[in-house]
């Protein structure tokens, strides 16, 4: 094994077997653990760090698309006609269902041979539009002319070397309440404020999303970055980031101090619905012929009490789109504590700061909930009750959940029951954040990580 590692082979090769359905011949072979999205050993984890760094770029990166073939112009033009043909027979006032079915067929053809996207282009549904005005309570954000780059300024020593530096960024959610320092620990744990904190957790991938368009907007550039969303002590989630170009460290405050990211869902103020008091499931005629209704459920819920539909979730957001006096369900901000620091490519450094993002593309949310901590119990308890503050959170439109506040979860269908939602951001491993644990720019890199490897083999 020793040695293995010190030639960089996989120590724990995963053993697959090939079976020639003609001949009936098996073949066993074995694959890196790398290649997988199990636990990595240490020369798979070694090789993944080496092509995160070989991500650094001094060029901007190349985002041509491929021309097209011949076979997907023939595919456009032909989907083209066959949609005049559906329009005409729309027109003509005949059945549509069967050009429907075929240009189906098309559009998986084209998607498969490489085209992607939206073949129709842009939005298949209208796009609930809300004031962009910017919060009272939240400090303005500046601008900057746009520049066509992704790299970010250069600076020239005195000996005459170019520095091109980056920036390391970690930003943290606000206080819920007390906790001991270092240990992830509460003081007091009826001051906690789980509410808030379930509610950061579900919704912070928008905030991160947000705070990178703010970033883009003040740097004046198409800032670049790959992060790492790891989670703290206290179980809430904070990301890492890695930053190509530099800002002043007081910019960077001052964005995530003005970033936030509002939550227009319907109030789950009222608790309608619960223990054996639930809505019911009633199906709808059959149109036949295949047709579905327009928000393609089969059935509605009713009140179990007046039988009255309950509203569908389109419903509940127009009444809330014509409420002038109504508020966000939820407001999610970053903290005060922010980390900037400054990193120059090849240095010590900067290895450091890739090993502290590639630590963690395997872990969970729950991973650090440690077993031998002497404090483990009341941490496991602050995990239990922030579970149990998640259990009937929505966590999304389609989510059960909200059938508790009387309203018919997006895509309803029979057997949904409140608490019984199984997204993962209810799973005590991921804590709230059902969001991508790995988050990386389009232009971090010239090539993707396909290409890296396939340069490493060559």
Same mark, same amino acid.
């Given at each position: 094994? /020793?040695?293995?590692?010190?030639?960089? $082979?996989?120590?724990?090769?995963?053993?697959?077997?090939?079976?020639?359905?003609?001949?009936?011949?098996?073949?066993?072979?074995?694959?890196?653990?790398?290649?997988?999205?199990?636990?990595?050993?240490?020369?798979?984890?070694?090789?993944?760090?080496?092509?995160? !760094?070989?991500?650094?770029?001094?060029?901007?990166? $190349?985002?041509?698309?491929?021309?097209?073939?011949?076979?997907?112009?023939?595919?456009?033009?032909?989907?083209?006609? $066959?949609?005049?043909? @559906?329009?005409?027979?729309?027109?003509?006032?005949?059945?549509?269902?069967?050009?429907?079915?075929?240009?189906?067929?098309?559009?998986?053809?084209?998607?498969?041979?490489?085209?992607?996207?939206?073949?129709?282009? #842009?939005?298949?549904?209208? !796009?609930?539009?809300?004031?962009?005005?910017?919060?009272?309570?939240?400090?303005?954000?500046?601008?900057?002319?746009?520049?066509?780059?992704?790299?970010?300024?250069?600076?020239?020593?005195?000996?005459?070397? %170019?520095?091109?530096?980056?920036?390391?960024?970690?930003?943290?959610?606000?206080?819920?309440?007390?906790?001991?320092?270092?240990?992830?620990?509460?003081?007091?744990?009826?001051?906690?404020?789980?509410?808030?904190?379930?509610?950061?957790?579900?919704?912070?991938?928008?905030?991160?999303?947000?705070?990178?368009?703010?970033?883009?907007?003040?740097?004046?550039?198409?800032?670049?970055?790959?992060?790492?969303?790891?989670?703290?002590?206290?179980?809430?989630?904070?990301?890492?980031?890695?930053?190509?170009?530099?800002?002043?460290?007081?910019?960077?405050?001052?964005?995530?101090?003005?970033?936030?990211?509002?939550?227009?869902?319907?109030? $789950?103020?009222?608790?309608?619905?619960?223990?054996?008091?639930?809505?019911?499931?009633?199906?709808?005629?059959?149109?036949?012929? #295949?047709?579905?209704?327009?928000?393609?459920?089969?059935?509605?819920?009713?009140?179990?009490?007046?039988?009255?539909?309950?509203?569908?979730?389109?419903?509940?957001?127009?009444?809330?789109?014509?409420?002038?006096?109504?508020? &966000?369900?939820?407001?999610?901000?970053?903290?005060?504590?922010?980390?900037?620091?400054?990193?120059?490519? #090849?240095?010590?450094?900067?290895?450091?700061?890739?090993?502290?993002?590639?630590?963690?593309?395997?872990?969970?949310?729950?991973?650090?909930?440690?077993?031998?901590?002497?404090?483990?119990?009341?941490?496991?308890?602050?995990? %239990?009750?922030?579970?149990?503050?998640? @259990?009937? /959170?929505?966590?999304?439109?389609?989510?059960?959940?909200?059938?508790?506040? #009387?309203?018919? &979860?997006?895509?309803?269908?029979?057997?949904?029951?409140?608490?019984?939602?199984?997204?993962?951001?209810?799973?005590?491993?991921?804590?709230?954040?059902?969001?991508?644990?790995?988050?990386?720019?389009?232009?971090?890199?010239?090539?993707?990580?396909?290409?890296?490897?396939?340069?490493?083999?060559?």
């Amino acid at each position: 094994m /020793e040695a293995a590692k010190l030639n960089g $082979v996989c120590i724990r090769p995963l053993e697959l077997r090939r079976l020639d359905t003609h001949t009936g011949t098996v073949e066993s072979f074995n694959i890196p653990c790398g290649a997988t999205q199990e636990a990595k050993c240490p020369p798979c984890a070694q090789r993944n760090k080496q092509l995160r !760094k070989a991500q650094h770029l001094e060029a901007e990166p $190349v985002a041509e698309p491929h021309p097209s073939t011949e076979d997907q112009r023939w595919l456009i033009e032909f989907r083209a006609d $066959v949609q005049a043909k @559906r329009d005409e027979a729309e027109r003509d006032g005949e059945d549509t269902l069967d050009w429907d079915e075929a240009i189906a067929g098309i559009d998986a053809e084209i998607n498969a041979a490489g085209m992607r996207g939206n073949v129709l282009g #842009g939005r298949t549904a209208p !796009k609930r539009s809300r004031s962009t005005r910017r919060r009272q309570d939240a400090p303005d954000l500046p601008k900057r002319t746009k520049q066509d780059t992704t790299l970010g300024r250069t600076f020239i020593a005195p000996d005459g070397r %170019v520095y091109r530096p980056s920036l390391f960024a970690t930003l943290t959610l606000p206080s819920y309440g007390k906790i001991r320092s270092g240990l992830g620990v509460l003081v007091d744990p009826s001051t906690y404020d789980y509410a808030a904190a379930a509610r950061d957790a579900l919704h912070f991938s928008k905030l991160v999303d947000r705070f990178v368009q703010n970033l883009r907007r003040v740097a004046g550039y198409d800032v670049q970055y790959f992060a790492t969303v790891e989670p703290q002590k206290r179980f809430a989630p904070h990301p890492h980031m890695a930053i190509r170009g530099t800002m002043p460290r007081a910019e960077i405050k001052a964005i995530a101090a003005a970033t936030y990211h509002q939550v227009w869902w319907p109030s $789950v103020d009222e608790v309608r619905f619960d223990g054996d008091h639930l809505p019911i499931w009633t199906e709808r005629a059959d149109l036949g012929d #295949g047709a579905t209704y327009p928000d393609g459920q089969s059935g509605d819920y009713l009140d179990p009490a007046t039988g009255e539909l309950l509203p569908t979730w389109d419903e509940a957001l127009d009444q809330l789109d014509t409420d002038e006096t109504a508020e &966000p369900l939820h407001v999610v901000r970053f903290g005060p504590q922010v980390d900037v620091q400054g990193i120059v490519a #090849g240095s010590p450094d900067a290895h450091k700061r890739i090993g502290y993002l590639t630590k963690y593309l395997t872990k969970n949310l729950g991973d650090p909930l440690d077993l031998n901590d002497q404090d483990n119990q009341a941490r496991r308890d602050h995990a %239990v009750r922030m579970v149990e503050a998640l @259990r009937y /959170e929505p966590c999304s439109p389609t989510c059960p959940n909200w059938l508790r506040y #009387g309203i018919q &979860p997006k895509e309803a269908k029979a057997g949904m029951l409140p608490g019984r939602c199984r997204g993962k951001a209810h799973k005590a491993e991921h804590l709230g954040y059902a969001g991508r644990r790995i988050l990386v720019s389009r232009k971090w890199s010239n090539k993707t990580l396909r290409e890296h490897k396939a340069d490493r083999r060559a």
